[in-house]
Protein backbone atom coordinates (compact mmCIF):
# COMPACT_ATOMS: atom_id res chain seq x y z
CA UNK A 1 0.00 0.00 0.00
CA UNK A 2 1.39 3.34 -1.08
CA UNK A 3 1.59 6.39 1.75
CA UNK A 4 -0.32 8.57 -0.40
CA UNK A 5 -3.63 6.03 -0.08
CA UNK A 6 -2.64 5.02 3.57
CA UNK A 7 -5.72 7.06 5.80
CA UNK A 8 -4.43 8.94 8.86
CA UNK A 9 -6.81 6.95 11.88
CA UNK A 10 -7.56 8.22 15.08
CA UNK A 11 -5.78 4.59 15.93
CA UNK A 12 -3.04 5.59 18.00
CA UNK A 13 -0.09 3.79 17.87
CA UNK A 14 2.86 3.55 20.39
CA UNK A 15 5.85 4.83 19.02
CA UNK A 16 9.03 3.52 19.87
CA UNK A 17 12.61 4.80 19.37
CA UNK A 18 15.27 1.63 17.52
CA UNK A 19 17.84 3.60 16.17
CA UNK A 20 20.10 6.19 17.29
CA UNK A 21 22.99 8.50 16.16
CA UNK A 22 25.04 11.37 17.27
CA UNK A 23 27.55 13.80 16.27
CA UNK A 24 28.59 16.12 19.93
CA UNK A 25 30.85 18.37 21.33
CA UNK A 26 31.34 15.36 24.10
CA UNK A 27 31.48 12.59 21.68
CA UNK A 28 30.58 11.09 18.30
CA UNK A 29 28.93 8.38 19.97
CA UNK A 30 26.56 7.34 22.30
CA UNK A 31 28.60 5.44 24.60
CA UNK A 32 31.65 8.41 24.33
CA UNK A 33 28.90 10.53 24.66
CA UNK A 34 27.17 8.74 27.61
CA UNK A 35 30.75 8.76 29.90
CA UNK A 36 31.15 12.03 29.50
CA UNK A 37 28.07 13.37 30.64
CA UNK A 38 28.40 10.80 33.99
CA UNK A 39 31.58 12.10 34.12
CA UNK A 40 30.44 15.91 34.20
CA UNK A 41 33.24 16.64 31.91
CA UNK A 42 32.92 20.43 30.28
CA UNK A 43 34.42 20.23 26.80
CA UNK A 44 34.34 23.78 25.95
CA UNK A 45 37.51 24.31 24.70
CA UNK A 46 39.57 26.96 22.32
CA UNK A 47 37.67 27.56 18.85
CA UNK A 48 39.04 25.41 15.93
CA UNK A 49 37.67 26.25 12.88
CA UNK A 50 38.64 29.99 12.86
CA UNK A 51 41.03 32.39 14.14
CA UNK A 52 39.16 34.63 17.05
CA UNK A 53 42.56 36.74 18.01
CA UNK A 54 40.25 39.74 16.68
CA UNK A 55 36.87 38.40 18.20
CA UNK A 56 35.54 38.77 21.36
CA UNK A 57 34.56 34.82 21.55
CA UNK A 58 37.64 32.59 22.22
CA UNK A 59 36.20 29.38 22.75
CA UNK A 60 32.70 26.75 21.86
CA UNK A 61 31.84 23.37 22.31
CA UNK A 62 33.34 21.56 18.66
CA UNK A 63 32.23 18.21 17.33
CA UNK A 64 36.09 17.29 17.22
CA UNK A 65 37.48 14.18 14.64
CA UNK A 66 34.67 14.60 12.30
CA UNK A 67 35.87 14.17 8.86
CA UNK A 68 33.87 14.78 5.68
CA UNK A 69 35.53 13.76 3.64
CA UNK A 70 36.18 10.19 4.58
CA UNK A 71 32.21 10.04 5.28
CA UNK A 72 30.58 11.72 1.63
CA UNK A 73 33.70 11.62 -0.17
CA UNK A 74 35.63 14.62 -1.95
CA UNK A 75 32.54 16.16 -4.03
CA UNK A 76 29.44 15.80 -1.74
CA UNK A 77 31.94 16.49 1.11
CA UNK A 78 32.34 19.91 -0.28
CA UNK A 79 28.84 20.74 -1.71
CA UNK A 80 26.99 19.92 1.87
CA UNK A 81 27.39 22.53 4.66
CA UNK A 82 29.03 21.45 7.98
CA UNK A 83 25.26 21.86 9.34
CA UNK A 84 23.93 19.11 6.99
CA UNK A 85 27.23 16.94 7.16
CA UNK A 86 26.72 16.61 10.70
CA UNK A 87 23.06 15.96 10.76
CA UNK A 88 23.53 13.20 7.35
CA UNK A 89 25.95 11.82 9.60
CA UNK A 90 23.49 11.26 12.56
CA UNK A 91 21.27 10.02 10.80
CA UNK A 92 23.33 7.46 9.07
CA UNK A 93 23.80 5.87 12.25
CA UNK A 94 20.62 5.74 13.57
CA UNK A 95 19.13 4.69 10.57
CA UNK A 96 21.71 1.81 10.30
CA UNK A 97 21.54 0.90 13.99
CA UNK A 98 18.20 -0.14 13.53
CA UNK A 99 17.59 -1.63 10.19
CA UNK A 100 21.28 -2.32 8.85
CA UNK A 101 23.27 -0.74 5.99
CA UNK A 102 20.55 -1.34 3.59
CA UNK A 103 18.15 1.13 5.74
CA UNK A 104 14.32 0.85 5.82
CA UNK A 105 14.15 -0.25 2.20
CA UNK A 106 16.50 -3.38 3.37
CA UNK A 107 14.31 -4.25 5.51
CA UNK A 108 11.55 -4.79 2.85
CA UNK A 109 9.62 -1.68 4.36
CA UNK A 110 7.80 0.68 1.77
CA UNK A 111 10.00 3.31 1.09
CA UNK A 112 6.44 6.03 0.61
CA UNK A 113 6.16 4.69 4.41
CA UNK A 114 9.17 6.09 5.26
CA UNK A 115 10.22 10.01 6.17
CA UNK A 116 12.37 12.65 7.69
CA UNK A 117 11.78 15.54 10.09
CA UNK A 118 15.25 17.37 10.67
CA UNK A 119 15.12 20.40 12.45
CA UNK A 120 17.79 23.43 12.86
CA UNK A 121 17.65 26.82 13.84
CA UNK A 122 19.85 28.58 11.20
CA UNK A 123 20.77 25.51 8.45
CA UNK A 124 23.93 26.26 6.68
CA UNK A 125 25.47 29.48 8.45
CA UNK A 126 29.20 28.97 7.71
CA UNK A 127 28.56 28.79 3.62
CA UNK A 128 26.18 31.83 3.83
CA UNK A 129 28.92 33.73 5.38
CA UNK A 130 31.46 32.60 3.38
CA UNK A 131 29.53 33.77 0.20
CA UNK A 132 28.74 36.79 1.28
CA UNK A 133 32.13 37.64 1.68
CA UNK A 134 33.16 36.39 -2.18
CA UNK A 135 30.03 39.02 -3.28
CA UNK A 136 31.39 41.47 -1.38
CA UNK A 137 34.89 41.25 -2.76
CA UNK A 138 34.37 40.35 -6.34
CA UNK A 139 30.75 40.31 -7.01
CA UNK A 140 27.81 38.01 -8.25
CA UNK A 141 29.55 36.39 -10.61
CA UNK A 142 31.88 34.33 -8.46
CA UNK A 143 29.01 33.46 -5.36
CA UNK A 144 28.85 29.24 -5.88
CA UNK A 145 26.39 27.79 -7.36
CA UNK A 146 26.07 25.83 -4.25
CA UNK A 147 25.15 28.24 -2.10
CA UNK A 148 21.51 27.94 -1.92
CA UNK A 149 21.24 24.18 -1.68
CA UNK A 150 24.47 24.16 0.76
CA UNK A 151 22.61 27.12 2.84
CA UNK A 152 18.91 26.11 2.98
CA UNK A 153 16.78 25.15 6.37
CA UNK A 154 15.58 21.74 5.01
CA UNK A 155 19.12 20.51 3.20
CA UNK A 156 19.32 18.34 5.94
CA UNK A 157 16.02 16.56 6.05
CA UNK A 158 16.47 16.51 2.06
CA UNK A 159 20.09 14.74 2.14
CA UNK A 160 19.13 11.97 4.64
CA UNK A 161 16.18 11.24 2.18
CA UNK A 162 18.45 10.91 -0.69
CA UNK A 163 20.77 8.90 0.99
CA UNK A 164 18.54 6.16 2.14
CA UNK A 165 15.56 6.74 -0.53
CA UNK A 166 13.12 7.52 1.84
CA UNK A 167 9.51 8.69 -0.08
CA UNK A 168 7.44 9.58 2.60
CA UNK A 169 6.98 12.79 4.92
CA UNK A 170 9.53 15.34 4.99
CA UNK A 171 9.87 18.37 6.37
CA UNK A 172 12.10 20.84 8.34
CA UNK A 173 11.40 22.53 11.63
CA UNK A 174 12.78 25.47 12.23
CA UNK A 175 11.94 27.08 15.63
CA UNK A 176 15.71 27.73 16.61
CA UNK A 177 16.70 25.87 20.14
CA UNK A 178 13.39 23.78 20.26
CA UNK A 179 14.03 22.46 16.67
CA UNK A 180 15.35 19.33 17.60
CA UNK A 181 12.48 18.62 20.07
CA UNK A 182 9.85 19.74 18.01
CA UNK A 183 11.31 17.49 15.11
CA UNK A 184 11.43 14.04 17.16
CA UNK A 185 7.83 14.89 18.53
CA UNK A 186 6.04 16.05 15.17
CA UNK A 187 7.67 12.80 13.70
CA UNK A 188 6.24 10.98 16.66
CA UNK A 189 3.18 12.02 15.98
CA UNK A 190 3.29 11.05 12.26
CA UNK A 191 3.60 7.83 13.09
CA UNK A 192 1.56 7.86 15.96
CA UNK A 193 -1.45 9.13 13.99
CA UNK A 194 -0.35 6.15 11.01
CA UNK A 195 0.79 8.97 8.57
CA UNK A 196 4.51 7.05 8.25
CA UNK A 197 5.44 3.81 9.97
CA UNK A 198 9.44 4.68 9.59
CA UNK A 199 10.58 8.09 10.44
CA UNK A 200 13.96 9.70 11.16
CA UNK A 201 13.99 12.56 13.54
CA UNK A 202 16.27 14.72 15.10
CA UNK A 203 18.15 18.05 14.60
CA UNK A 204 21.55 19.70 13.54
CA UNK A 205 23.86 22.96 14.25
CA UNK A 206 26.77 23.68 12.49
CA UNK A 207 26.80 27.85 14.34
CA UNK A 208 29.97 28.70 15.40
CA UNK A 209 30.77 30.72 12.94
CA UNK A 210 32.09 34.28 13.41
CA UNK A 211 29.17 36.44 13.08
CA UNK A 212 26.91 34.58 14.01
CA UNK A 213 29.00 34.02 17.49
CA UNK A 214 29.66 37.48 17.13
CA UNK A 215 25.73 37.84 16.96
CA UNK A 216 25.14 36.22 20.21
CA UNK A 217 27.19 37.86 21.96
CA UNK A 218 26.49 41.16 21.24
CA UNK A 219 22.52 40.24 22.30
CA UNK A 220 23.81 39.23 25.87
CA UNK A 221 23.34 35.53 25.47
CA UNK A 222 27.04 34.35 25.84
CA UNK A 223 28.90 33.77 28.64
CA UNK A 224 32.02 36.35 29.47
CA UNK A 225 33.46 33.25 32.08
CA UNK A 226 37.32 33.66 31.29
CA UNK A 227 37.60 29.50 32.23
CA UNK A 228 35.84 27.37 29.83
CA UNK A 229 35.84 24.55 31.87
CA UNK A 230 33.52 26.38 34.52
CA UNK A 231 31.75 28.46 31.85
CA UNK A 232 28.45 26.61 30.83
CA UNK A 233 26.92 26.23 34.53
CA UNK A 234 23.12 26.03 33.46
CA UNK A 235 20.80 26.88 36.74
CA UNK A 236 24.09 27.91 38.81
CA UNK A 237 23.97 31.59 40.73
CA UNK A 238 27.00 32.70 39.24
CA UNK A 239 25.84 31.65 35.48
CA UNK A 240 26.36 34.54 33.11
CA UNK A 241 25.26 33.11 29.57
CA UNK A 242 25.74 30.20 27.34
CA UNK A 243 28.26 28.40 25.87
CA UNK A 244 27.91 28.18 21.82
CA UNK A 245 27.61 24.19 20.55
CA UNK A 246 27.54 22.72 17.40
CA UNK A 247 26.61 18.91 16.39
CA UNK A 248 23.30 16.76 15.23
CA UNK A 249 21.19 13.83 16.88
CA UNK A 250 18.85 11.70 15.31
CA UNK A 251 15.88 9.16 16.01
CA UNK A 252 14.75 5.99 13.88
CA UNK A 253 10.99 6.52 15.59
CA UNK A 254 8.60 3.19 14.12
CA UNK A 255 5.37 1.97 15.06
CA UNK A 256 5.59 -0.47 18.54
CA UNK A 257 3.76 -3.49 17.28
CA UNK A 258 6.17 -3.80 14.10
CA UNK A 259 9.26 -2.88 15.66
CA UNK A 260 8.60 -5.89 17.99
CA UNK A 261 7.44 -7.87 15.25
CA UNK A 262 10.87 -7.20 13.24
CA UNK A 263 12.69 -7.95 16.96
CA UNK A 264 14.32 -4.78 16.75
CA UNK A 265 16.55 -3.81 19.88
CA UNK A 266 13.83 -0.68 21.70
CA UNK A 267 16.02 1.89 22.97
CA UNK A 268 12.63 3.91 24.34
CA UNK A 269 9.33 4.99 23.85
CA UNK A 270 7.86 8.46 22.81
CA UNK A 271 5.19 8.67 25.77
CA UNK A 272 4.15 12.19 24.85
CA UNK A 273 4.67 15.90 23.33
CA UNK A 274 3.77 18.92 24.55
CA UNK A 275 4.53 21.90 22.30
CA UNK A 276 3.36 25.73 23.07
CA UNK A 277 4.12 29.46 22.60
CA UNK A 278 5.14 31.97 25.02
CA UNK A 279 3.50 34.74 22.98
CA UNK A 280 5.77 37.37 24.56
CA UNK A 281 8.56 38.31 23.34
CA UNK A 282 11.40 37.69 20.70
CA UNK A 283 14.02 36.38 22.93
CA UNK A 284 13.12 36.51 26.26
CA UNK A 285 10.90 33.88 28.68
CA UNK A 286 7.76 35.48 30.68
CA UNK A 287 8.67 35.62 34.35
CA UNK A 288 7.41 32.65 36.06
CA UNK A 289 7.53 30.00 32.85
CA UNK A 290 4.45 30.41 32.30
CA UNK A 291 4.50 29.01 28.58
CA UNK A 292 7.00 26.81 30.00
CA UNK A 293 4.92 25.20 32.45
CA UNK A 294 1.83 25.20 30.38
CA UNK A 295 4.41 22.84 27.49
CA UNK A 296 5.49 20.13 30.20
CA UNK A 297 1.71 19.88 31.46
CA UNK A 298 0.41 19.90 27.61
CA UNK A 299 3.00 17.24 27.05
CA UNK A 300 2.14 14.78 30.54
CA UNK A 301 -1.36 15.12 29.49
CA UNK A 302 -0.60 13.92 26.03
CA UNK A 303 1.56 11.43 27.73
CA UNK A 304 -1.33 10.14 30.03
CA UNK A 305 1.22 10.78 33.27
CA UNK A 306 0.78 12.71 36.68
CA UNK A 307 3.62 14.97 37.39
CA UNK A 308 4.80 12.77 40.09
CA UNK A 309 5.20 9.55 37.37
CA UNK A 310 7.96 11.26 36.11
CA UNK A 311 11.52 10.18 37.69
CA UNK A 312 13.72 13.27 36.13
CA UNK A 313 13.66 16.74 34.15
CA UNK A 314 16.34 16.56 31.50
CA UNK A 315 15.85 20.53 31.62
CA UNK A 316 16.71 22.69 28.75
CA UNK A 317 19.00 24.27 31.23
CA UNK A 318 20.99 26.93 29.26
CA UNK A 319 22.91 28.70 31.52
CA UNK A 320 21.77 32.06 30.81
CA UNK A 321 20.30 33.90 33.69
CA UNK A 322 16.60 34.74 31.64
CA UNK A 323 16.10 31.21 30.74
CA UNK A 324 17.32 29.21 33.71
CA UNK A 325 15.22 31.28 36.39
CA UNK A 326 12.23 30.88 34.05
CA UNK A 327 12.75 27.03 33.62
CA UNK A 328 13.28 26.97 37.48
CA UNK A 329 10.26 28.55 38.33
CA UNK A 330 8.18 26.22 35.12
CA UNK A 331 9.58 23.27 36.90
CA UNK A 332 8.68 23.72 40.45
CA UNK A 333 5.20 25.02 39.30
CA UNK A 334 4.18 21.79 37.93
CA UNK A 335 6.37 19.06 40.40
CA UNK A 336 6.59 21.50 43.39
CA UNK A 337 9.51 22.58 44.88
CA UNK A 338 12.33 20.07 45.10
CA UNK A 339 9.25 17.65 43.37
CA UNK A 340 11.64 16.04 40.92
CA UNK A 341 15.73 15.63 40.23
CA UNK A 342 16.42 17.88 37.05
CA UNK A 343 19.62 17.86 35.02
CA UNK A 344 20.87 19.70 32.02
CA UNK A 345 23.59 18.66 29.58
CA UNK A 346 24.35 22.01 28.38
CA UNK A 347 27.61 21.93 31.27
CA UNK A 348 29.12 19.99 29.11
CA UNK A 349 27.59 20.14 25.87
CA UNK A 350 27.46 23.61 25.62
CA UNK A 351 23.76 24.84 23.89
CA UNK A 352 23.81 22.96 20.73
CA UNK A 353 20.56 25.29 19.52
CA UNK A 354 18.62 23.43 17.09
CA UNK A 355 20.74 20.14 17.53
CA UNK A 356 19.87 20.66 21.38
CA UNK A 357 16.58 18.90 21.94
CA UNK A 358 17.35 15.99 19.80
CA UNK A 359 20.95 15.24 21.77
CA UNK A 360 19.11 15.71 24.76
CA UNK A 361 16.68 13.16 23.98
CA UNK A 362 19.32 10.19 23.22
CA UNK A 363 20.49 11.60 26.47
CA UNK A 364 16.82 10.95 28.49
CA UNK A 365 16.95 7.24 26.62
CA UNK A 366 20.49 6.77 27.93
CA UNK A 367 19.47 7.53 31.60
CA UNK A 368 16.58 5.46 30.99
CA UNK A 369 18.71 2.29 29.86
CA UNK A 370 21.75 2.83 32.43
CA UNK A 371 19.03 3.83 35.24
CA UNK A 372 21.22 6.92 36.13
CA UNK A 373 21.08 10.78 35.67
CA UNK A 374 23.41 12.66 34.64
CA UNK A 375 25.38 15.43 37.04
CA UNK A 376 24.98 19.30 36.18
CA UNK A 377 28.50 20.03 35.03
CA UNK A 378 29.53 23.09 37.40
CA UNK A 379 26.45 23.56 39.03
CA UNK A 380 27.25 24.45 42.75
CA UNK A 381 24.17 26.34 44.21
CA UNK A 382 21.10 28.20 43.16
CA UNK A 383 20.13 31.79 43.88
CA UNK A 384 18.15 32.24 47.09
CA UNK A 385 14.85 31.24 47.13
CA UNK A 386 14.77 28.75 43.75
CA UNK A 387 13.71 25.45 45.10
CA UNK A 388 14.39 23.04 42.43
CA UNK A 389 16.73 19.77 43.26
CA UNK A 390 19.42 19.86 40.57
CA UNK A 391 21.41 16.23 39.71
CA UNK A 392 25.17 17.72 40.73
CA UNK A 393 28.42 16.51 41.77
CA UNK A 394 27.74 12.86 40.39
CA UNK A 395 25.61 10.36 39.03
CA UNK A 396 22.08 9.81 40.48
CA UNK A 397 20.33 6.16 40.64
CA UNK A 398 17.37 6.52 38.72
CA UNK A 399 14.06 3.93 38.75
CA UNK A 400 13.22 3.71 35.13
CA UNK A 401 10.54 6.25 35.34
CA UNK A 402 9.61 8.18 32.43
CA UNK A 403 11.68 11.61 31.28
CA UNK A 404 10.34 15.17 30.23
CA UNK A 405 12.97 16.54 28.08
CA UNK A 406 12.49 20.30 27.37
CA UNK A 407 13.45 23.17 24.56
CA UNK A 408 12.64 26.06 24.45
CA UNK A 409 13.51 28.17 21.26
CA UNK A 410 13.60 32.35 20.78
CA UNK A 411 10.52 33.53 19.05
CA UNK A 412 9.01 31.66 21.91
CA UNK A 413 8.93 28.44 21.14
CA UNK A 414 8.87 25.66 23.60
CA UNK A 415 8.69 21.56 22.78
CA UNK A 416 9.24 18.60 25.77
CA UNK A 417 9.18 15.05 25.04
CA UNK A 418 8.21 12.61 27.66
CA UNK A 419 10.42 9.59 26.91
CA UNK A 420 10.00 5.77 28.29
CA UNK A 421 12.09 3.07 28.98
CA UNK A 422 11.83 0.19 26.44
CA UNK B 1 48.54 28.57 -24.96
CA UNK B 2 48.12 25.34 -26.70
CA UNK B 3 45.23 23.15 -26.29
CA UNK B 4 46.98 20.82 -23.63
CA UNK B 5 48.01 23.81 -21.53
CA UNK B 6 44.14 24.57 -21.58
CA UNK B 7 43.29 21.03 -20.55
CA UNK B 8 45.87 20.73 -17.62
CA UNK B 9 44.17 23.83 -16.27
CA UNK B 10 40.81 22.83 -16.59
CA UNK B 11 41.97 19.06 -15.94
CA UNK B 12 43.07 20.49 -12.16
CA UNK B 13 40.09 22.39 -11.48
CA UNK B 14 37.99 19.37 -12.36
CA UNK B 15 40.42 17.33 -9.95
CA UNK B 16 39.57 19.60 -7.20
CA UNK B 17 35.58 20.14 -7.56
CA UNK B 18 34.58 16.38 -8.41
CA UNK B 19 37.72 14.77 -6.54
CA UNK B 20 38.46 12.05 -9.77
CA UNK B 21 41.57 10.64 -11.14
CA UNK B 22 43.13 13.23 -12.70
CA UNK B 23 44.07 10.07 -15.64
CA UNK B 24 40.02 10.19 -16.30
CA UNK B 25 39.88 13.58 -17.57
CA UNK B 26 40.82 12.90 -20.71
CA UNK B 27 39.01 15.44 -24.00
CA UNK B 28 36.42 12.14 -24.90
CA UNK B 29 35.33 12.20 -21.01
CA UNK B 30 31.57 12.67 -20.63
CA UNK B 31 31.17 14.74 -17.82
CA UNK B 32 28.15 13.76 -16.83
CA UNK B 33 28.83 10.12 -17.65
CA UNK B 34 32.08 9.43 -16.73
CA UNK B 35 33.28 11.69 -14.18
CA UNK B 36 29.53 12.21 -12.52
CA UNK B 37 29.99 16.35 -12.86
CA UNK B 38 26.54 17.50 -12.51
CA UNK B 39 25.65 21.40 -14.00
CA UNK B 40 26.56 22.66 -10.71
CA UNK B 41 29.67 20.92 -11.06
CA UNK B 42 30.23 22.48 -14.43
CA UNK B 43 29.62 25.73 -12.87
CA UNK B 44 31.99 25.30 -10.39
CA UNK B 45 34.82 24.16 -12.63
CA UNK B 46 33.99 26.86 -15.38
CA UNK B 47 34.54 29.08 -12.24
CA UNK B 48 38.22 28.14 -10.77
CA UNK B 49 39.32 27.92 -14.62
CA UNK B 50 37.57 31.55 -14.94
CA UNK B 51 40.06 32.49 -12.44
CA UNK B 52 43.10 30.69 -13.16
CA UNK B 53 42.90 31.90 -16.84
CA UNK B 54 41.60 35.46 -16.20
CA UNK B 55 38.96 35.19 -18.87
CA UNK B 56 35.06 35.46 -18.16
CA UNK B 57 32.16 32.09 -20.08
CA UNK B 58 29.08 33.17 -19.60
CA UNK B 59 26.47 30.50 -18.53
CA UNK B 60 24.66 30.10 -22.11
CA UNK B 61 27.51 29.08 -23.60
CA UNK B 62 28.15 26.09 -21.42
CA UNK B 63 24.69 24.63 -22.02
CA UNK B 64 25.85 22.38 -24.92
CA UNK B 65 29.13 21.27 -23.45
CA UNK B 66 28.75 17.47 -22.64
CA UNK B 67 32.23 16.18 -22.97
CA UNK B 68 35.67 17.56 -21.55
CA UNK B 69 36.50 18.40 -25.17
CA UNK B 70 33.19 20.44 -25.84
CA UNK B 71 34.86 22.46 -22.14
CA UNK B 72 37.74 22.50 -23.94
CA UNK B 73 36.31 24.36 -27.06
CA UNK B 74 34.70 26.66 -25.60
CA UNK B 75 37.37 28.06 -22.75
CA UNK B 76 39.99 28.04 -26.19
CA UNK B 77 37.32 30.79 -27.59
CA UNK B 78 37.82 32.50 -24.86
CA UNK B 79 41.32 32.88 -25.02
CA UNK B 80 43.74 35.14 -27.51
CA UNK B 81 44.77 32.84 -30.19
CA UNK B 82 48.38 30.98 -29.64
CA UNK B 83 50.93 32.40 -31.62
Known sequence: MSGASEPVTATRRRVVVTGVGLRSPAGNDVDTMWSTL??????AAPIEAWSTAEHPVKYACEVRDFDPVERFGHKEARRIDRAGQLGVAAAGDAVISAF????????GIDPARCGVVGGTGIGGLATLEEQIGVYLERGP??????????????ATAGLIGIEWRLNGPNLCVATACAAGSNSIGEAARLVREGAADVMVAGGTEASITPVATAAFWRMGALTSNPDPLVAS???????DGFVMGEGAAFLVLVAREAALARGATIWGEIL?????????????????????????????????LEPAAVGHVNAHGTSTPLNDAAEAAAVTKVFGARGVPVTSAKGVTGHLVGAAGAVEAVASLLALRHGQVPPTANYEAAEEGVEIDVVAGAPRPLAAAPVVSNSFGFGGHNATLVLGAA | MNRDQVLEVLSEAIVSVIGCDPAAVTPEAHLADDLEADSLALVEVIMAVEDKLDITVPEEELKDVRTVGDALDVLQGKLPASP
Do not use: K, Q, W
Open chain 1, 233 to 239: RPFDAAR
Open chain 1, 141 to 154: TRVSPLLVPMMMAN
Open chain 1, 100 to 107: GEGGPIGA
Open chain 1, 38 to 43: LEGRAM
Open chain 1, 272 to 304: GYGRTCDAYHITAPPDGGAGAAACMLAALDDAG
